[in-house]
């Protein structure tokens, strides 16, 4: 077995690195500064390479320095996170941590999750919310939900499982649609509700063969699709509405589809864990989520059909 730093030294030359001063480490590790030197020596002699520049009671880095204190850090971080989960799962018993981005959330995830807690009401549940894209790696998530292009979020070492393309259509009321679009009035000049995160109206309009008239005249700007579309609700604009978002909306005839078209989306609603073996609640809660998934998404294609909307692939 290769021989490894003791860990002793490896924490003192941590707190030294943070503070980048001897006394500001011993202080922290309750210990005298000679005691930190004499690590910093042997861990110096040890990895056979200068860590610290000393300028008389400055200190900085090394190169060697600044990569060892990076790799310290984030370890240091995973460690902390293991021994508080290991630590809380002692205290609260299992739970099944899941972090899922808000539009998955709020416009699904909520309504059918319900169906899961029946049926395995051993299993315990906590959900966190999230901005999509923030992955929180230091924290002991046993499932993670987020959106975007495939092979984008490969930090940390998750495996990314596909779960689906949704439908991308362009929403309004009726009210809105008579007023602003309807009897040859081009699109353009219709009040449009922009996603500042997910601006794909250009492209959907190019894809789909939808001719707009020309650029927006009026666009009005929010940072999260589910603020478009309740204001499209309100009749105050037209929104492009995906079909996990807007569906529920159409369904209640709050919502129409002024072009009859849906374009399938090339970003993907994703499910990530940990390469190591899942225990037995992860597993039964992918599974279960993959098959209500594959459900909706069988509904979704029925209701678009219903309503003479044709679906365009990428």
């Known amino acids: 077995m290769t021989a490894r730093p003791s860990l002793t030294a490896l924490r003192a030359f941590e707190a030294v690195a943070r503070h980048l001063s001897i006394s500001g480490a011993a202080a922290e590790l309750n210990v005298t500064r000679p005691a930190v030197s004499r690590q910093m020596r042997l861990l110096e002699a040890e990895l056979g390479t200068s860590l610290l520049l000393r300028s008389g009671n400055a200190i900085d880095l090394t190169v060697a320095g600044r990569e060892l204190f990076n790799g310290l850090a ?58 999509n894209g923030q992955f929180r790696l230091g924290e002991d998530f046993d499932i993670r939900i987020f959106y975007g292009l495939p092979g984008n979020h490969a930090a940390g070492g998750l495996i990314e499982t596909e779960l689906l393309r949704w439908i991308d259509m362009p929403v309004c009321t009726l009210g809105f649609y008579e007023t602003h679009l309807s009897g040859g009035r081009t699109p353009c000049d219709a009040p449009h509700l922009t996603d500042s995160n997910y601006d794909i109206w250009d492209e959907w309009c190019r894809l789909t063969g939808v001719e707009a008239g020309g650029p927006r005249r009026r666009n009005t700007v929010f940072n999260e699709t589910t603020l478009c579309l309740s204001v499209a609700r309100s009749g105050a604009g037209l929104t492009i509405g995906d079909s996990f978002l807007a569906l529920p909306a159409i369904l209640a005839g709050e919502l129409i589809t002024p072009f009859a078209r849906g374009l399938v989306s090339a970003q993907t609603y994703s499910l990530f864990t940990s390469p190591s073996a899942a225990p037995p609640d992860v597993a039964r809660f992918a599974s279960w989520l993959k098959a209500a998934v594959s459900a909706y998404q069988d509904m979704v294609a029925r209701e678009l059909s219903a309503r003479g909307i044709r679906l365009i692939e990428r």
């Not at 002692?90 to 807690?117: H, N, P, T």
Request: charge should be positive; proline fraction near 2%; aromatic fraction near 6%.
């Open 74 to 131: 984030r370890g240091f971080d995973i460690i902390a996170a293991t021994t508080e989960a290991v630590g809380r799962r002692a205290r609260e018993g299992r739970r099944l941590r899941i972090l899922v981005c808000r539009d998955f959330a709020s416009s699904w995830l909520s309504g059918q999750i319900g169906a899961f807690m029946v049926t395995n009401p051993g299993i315990a549940i906590e959900i966190t919310v999230e901005k």
